[in-house]
């Protein structure tokens, strides 16, 4: 089975701050990779898919990137809104493996 | 809008059984694959279930198999989650999530459905919470 790797598992930024969190696949998976912004109390809601497309209503500060093994979601700049816990995900048509998940707090 | 609302948690004793229900409005469920993915308080997503768009084909996480069991009603538009021999363990707000691409275009005949990849969660429900606790 294909692990995925999430780090950091947390970190404090400021307002305006470049955060940059990066999973890891256990093996090539292509871009088959999906990130999620999760609010306390509040279901996930998808950001990018397939590694590097913007989802429909996401600020352009998000992106993504990556193939293969590693993959990066990059804020460029933090805003106050942007706190909260990061997934994320691969999927293939027999499973889905989420990552650990990152929390961004604020500093 | 997509929507998708889960109903059918609550409180039950290890061992004993729960349905979840998932009723799906503004999109076309049989063209789209279905999740199950479950979060424990406090911890990360774990996925469940998933179902492919004609029920044919039922994947489950190591920690269900053999005791959860996802259907669907496209009549209904309804997605189900049996789960069987409940553990404390199984205590989790428990999501509804529809797969990003229909499963299948029709070939040049225009009669024959050929299947394409799933390609992962784009619409999540507000999620229901199961608690095992005796």
């Known amino acids: 089975d294909i692990q995925m790797t999430q780090s950091p598992s947390s970190l404090s930024a400021s307002v305006g701050d470049r955060v940059t969190i990066t999973c890891r696949a256990s093996q090539g998976i292509r871009n088959d990779l999906a990130w999620y912004q999760q609010k306390p109390g509040k279901a996930p809601k998808r950001l990018i898919f397939a590694a590097s497309s913007l989802q429909s209503g996401v600020p352009s500060r998000f992106s993504g990137s990556g193939s293969g093994t590693e993959f990066t979601l990059t804020i460029s700049s933090l805003h106050p809104e942007d706190f909260a816990t990061y997934y994320c995900?691969?999927?293939?048509?027999?499973?889905?493996?989420f990552g650990g998940g990152t929390k961004v707090e604020i500093k | 809008q997509v929507q998708l609302v889960e109903s059918g948690g609550g409180v039950v004793q290890p061992g004993r059984s729960l349905r979840l229900s998932c009723a799906v409005s503004?999109?076309?469920?049989?063209?789209?694959?279905m999740y199950w993915v479950r979060q424990a308080p406090g911890k990360g997503l774990e996925w469940v279930a998933l179902i492919s768009y004609d029920g044919s084909k039922k994947y489950y996480g190591d920690s269900v198999k053999g005791r959860f069991t996802i259907s669907r009603d496209n009549s209904k538009n309804t997605l189900y989650l049996q789960m069987n021999s409940l553990r404390p363990e199984d205590t989790a707000v428990y999501y509804c999530a529809k797969d990003g691409t229909r499963s299948y275009y029709y070939d040049s005949s225009g009669k024959v459905p050929v299947p394409l990849p799933l390609a992962g969660v784009d619409y999540w429900g507000q999620g229901t919470l199961v608690t095992v606790s005796s």
């Open positions: 503004g999109f076309t469920f049989i063209s789209y694959g």
């Open positions: 995900l691969h999927h293939n048509n027999y499973s889905l493996t």
